[in-house]
């Protein structure tokens, strides 16, 4: 291909993508500077050693080095589609290189801090719109970019609703609000519509001069108030600056503290809480929690409590919600997905009362720790003689085990992460082989048709090479299946 040809391949990649609702923001120049570095160099094609090289030609972090090597393995992927010669750079060629700093959790005592000191910023009305903007922040969640982009008809005060429209991911949501917050935002509004009785914009939050209030200018507000108070740690700290994002992790925190210390079931609401924060899936609400004291005491005192009431430790009930409430109600998880769970919960529990000396029923959380897990999987390869895509299959489950359980026992939170850190095998993939039309035909007329094992294995190679039906749904076919007598025949699947 030429220079041209890779251009228009990068053009109709990124237009292919974008048609499906991907961004893919800021691709559109490095892709295009890829595909004149490829020509350039004298390439038709994209090859992992030429991917390698351009991303990291330039002198920038690790992290840039990997995004751009993830720009150019997203193309390539679509064009050895249409070009068998090109080779996708494989995920592990390059580290992410970025290490997560853990937010600053606020406590209510600095968000009343920023808050008082907003009260002397000039001219007041701009005192009073950082002010409620962080205050609305700091008690929903929010996004900042969510709150200076709210839309004036977004908002019903009287009912105490939010609209958010088209935020990340182009998703929208709706927040309750409390009688307080409603209170402070109509007592903004009333301000900001008497400066400004005909607005300029449709916005909710304004500055001093009328129009919409930036993102910029909260945030870089925001970071002096963060001097006035006082929470700028110390140059040798290795902490993270607080920041205006840091005010969405602490709402999570606080909302969490508040449920433990109310005794509320906690992995009931968070979906609720995955929905507040603009989330699909409360895994990615997972991101957003920090083990601060706070949280860990008030877990730990529940945890007590509990164990004061009960004698049964704190894993039994964690197994059974996961099955129970986790796999069986909020995923409808199939039948066979729940049998390979159990299945594996079968053969860790056995390896752990065997490492540990603990019966399944007096076995904690903290058990089950990152050396026991590690341990379990070489002894289903070594001692089982299981395969890697086995031993990769029980990893999930006990993955996805860990995953709930972090709501439910936080207090074992770096335990949780240890576990959730064991990382997949590879596994050899083997090429699929296939029948042709005359090797079906020879194996449908091997079995002995007059012997009653012959017949029946006769139709059931029928079956499976014009149907395609998975093995355990052949054999799982029933008199009564559901069927249809006229012509095509058609039979109903269950579960």
């Not at 609000?177 to 409603?182: E, S």
């Not at 005010?247 to 925190?253: D, E, I, K, M, N």
């Not at 390896?351 to 903290?366: C, F, L, W």
Request: glycine share 6%; charged share 25%; with cysteine.
């Amino acid at each position: 291909m030429s220079e041209a040809t890779l251009g228009l391949a990068v053009q109709d990649y990124l237009r292919l993508r974008r048609s499906f609702g991907y961004v893919l923001a800021g691709q559109d120049r490095p892709l295009a500077d890829f595909a004149r570095y490829l020509d350039r160099i004298g390439l038709e094609t994209v090859t992992v050693e030429a991917a390698l090289a351009w991303a990291v030609e330039p002198k920038a972090s690790r992290l840039r080095h990997y995004q751009r090597l993830a720009m150019v393995r997203g193309f390539a992927t679509y064009l050895q589609a249409i070009d068998s010669r090109c080779e996708v750079p494989a995920r592990e060629l390059l580290r992410e290189g970025r290490r997560r700093v853990p937010p600053h959790i606020y406590s209510t005592e600095e968000i009343a801090g920023l808050m008082r000191h907003s009260r002397d910023l000039r001219p007041p009305f701009r005192a009073m719109t950082i002010e409620t903007a962080i205050g609305l922040l700091a008690v929903t969640g929010m996004r900042s970019g969510e709150v200076v982009r709210l839309d004036r008809a977004h908002l019903d005060l009287t009912a105490g609703r939010i609209r958010i429209i088209g935020t990340k991911f182009n998703k929208s949501r709706e927040l309750a609000l409390h009688p307080t917050t409603a209170e402070a935002l109509d007592t903004y509004r009333r301000e900001r519509d008497r400066l400004w009785p005909q607005p300029a914009t449709s916005r909710f939050f304004v500055s001093s001069r009328g129009d919409g209030l930036s993102q910029s200018n909260l945030e870089h507000t925001f970071g002096q108030l963060v001097n006035e108070t006082g929470l700028v740690p110390p140059p040798e700290s290795r902490t993270r600056r607080p920041r205006l994002h840091d005010l969405r992790h602490s709402f999570v925190v606080s909302t969490l503290i508040g449920w433990h210390r109310d005794g509320s079931d906690v992995q009931t609401l968070l979906p609720a809480l995955s929905a507040q924060m603009g989330h699909v899936d409360p895994a990615s609400t997972y991101w957003y929690l920090t083990g601060v004291p706070e949280l860990l005491a008030a877990t730990s005192e529940r945890l007590q409590a509990s164990k004061a009431a009960q004698a049964v430790t704190a894993l039994a009930p964690t197994v059974q919600a996961f099955f129970v409430t986790r796999l069986g109600r909020e995923l409808d998880a199939s039948p066979h997905t729940v049998d390979s769970y159990r299945h594996t919960f079968r053969l860790l529990l056995s390896y752990a009362k065997t490492e540990t000396g603990k019966d399944p029923a007096q076995m904690d959380v903290a058990d089950l720790d990152a050396r026991l897990i590690s341990g379990f999987l070489d002894h289903l390869e070594s001692d089982r003689g299981n395969s890697v895509a086995s031993r990769n299959t029980r990893l999930a489950a006990i993955h996805s085990f860990f995953r709930f359980a972090s709501y439910r026992h936080p207090e074992h939170i770096q335990i949780i992460r240890q576990v959730l850190a064991i990382p997949q095998k590879k596994t050899q993939t083997v090429p699929r082989s296939f029948l042709t039309e005359a090797e079906m035909d020879a194996v449908i007329a091997a079995p002995d048709l007059s012997t009653w094992s012959g017949r029946r294995d006769h139709t059931l190679l029928v079956v499976a090479l014009r149907t395609g039906m998975r093995l355990s749904e052949l054999t799982g076919l029933r008199a009564q299946t559901p069927c249809n007598d006229s012509w095509p025949s058609t039979s109903l699947l269950l579960g």
